[in-house]
Structures are given as C-alpha cells and as structure tokens.
C-alpha cells in the first residue's frame, strides 16, 4: 500500500516519539513533520541528481522497486546519515524540545504564542505529506520540492523563533530572581 506510506510512517514516528521515548505529542508530531519533510527535500535532491546523470529516469518517482530506487534510496540513507552525524557532533537541532521523558503531569498552555506556532508548524508538515502522495503519483517533482522546501522552511523558522522564545524567558526567569535578592 504505497499510496499510505508517508502518512502511516509520519503516524509511526509521532506514536514512537510519545510512547517510546516519551514526548509530548505536539513537539512528536512538530519533529516527525519536520524530519519528514527534510528527508523527502533529500531524497527529491538525490533523485534529481541520479536523473541528471542517467542513473534514474523521471517515471521512476512513482516505481516502488528497481535498481533505480534502490540506488536512490541507498545515497538518500547514507547522507542521510552523515547529516545526522555532522549535526550531532556541531549540535545542530532543535534546541528549545527539552530532553525527553517530559512531564505530563505539569500542565501546559496550548494557546501561548510559542505552542501555537508548533501547533501550526505540525499541521503544515501534515498536509504537506498528504500533498506529496498526490504530487508523487503525478510525477511533479518541482512542485513537491517547492512545497516540501517551502513547508521544511516554515518549520526552521518556526524552531529557531522557539530557541529565541526560550531564551527570552531564560533570562526574563533570570531578572526577575536578580530583583527579588
């Protein structure tokens, strides 16, 4: 079943982070959304390539078997990987998702300005992989990439205004003990 792949997988990726290594399930469904996202701009990359030198054809962006997608797939897993690497030794990520388990039982404010915008960022991946299938099954490369890029984008800028947020109240908490001593 091809056609559910991205968004069973997005689906198994936001229970898996919940359930297994305990997120709250909106930064779950914000950092699968983003991964999504960025890995399908790095597979459209890998195949664009592998289509300019030969090594696949434009049909085969639909094909779910075949030395070309299994070339395909092999380089976007490998870089993949050495991405991963370069981020985890720079500390590249997102920053302002505390390490998990995180504490359900404190209660949170889904309408602070902050959650709202990781609210909205999870959404936008989420239509984002369900626009995919359509523009995958159609073989419309460009307009995937634009959207996947466009929608990666939004949630960069989304993770970097949360790292500013978290630093602003960092040192707001931080004025306010100074006051008070």
Do not use: C
Not at 14 to 29: C, E, S
Not at 42 to 69: M, R
């Amino acid at each position: 079943m091809p056609k559910f792949d991205f968004p069973l997988q997005y689906l198994l990726m936001v229970l898996f982070l919940r359930f297994g290594l305990g997120i709250k399930t909106y930064l779950a469904a914000f950092s699968a959304g983003s991964g999504l996202t960025a890995y399908i701009n790095l597979q459209l990359f890998v195949y664009i390539f592998a289509n300019f030198f030969g090594v696949a054809q434009p049909g085969v962006i639909s094909d779910t078997a075949g030395s070309s997608i299994y070339v395909i797939q092999l380089a976007s897993i490998f870089t993949a990987y050495f991405i991963s690497f370069v981020m985890g030794k720079y500390n590249f990520g997102f920053s302002f998702i505390i390490q998990p388990p995180h504490d359900f039982l404190k209660g949170e404010n889904y309408l602070s300005p902050l959650n709202k915008m990781f609210i909205i960022g999870s959404l936008i991946s989420f239509v984002t992989i369900l626009v995919t299938l359509y523009m995958l099954y159609n073989s419309n490369t460009i307009g995937l990439l634009s959207i996947s890029l466009l929608t990666f984008g939004i949630s960069y800028f989304l993770s970097e205004k949360g790292d500013y947020e978290d630093a602003r109240n960092a040192i707001e908490a931080h004025r306010i003990r100074n006051k008070e001593s």
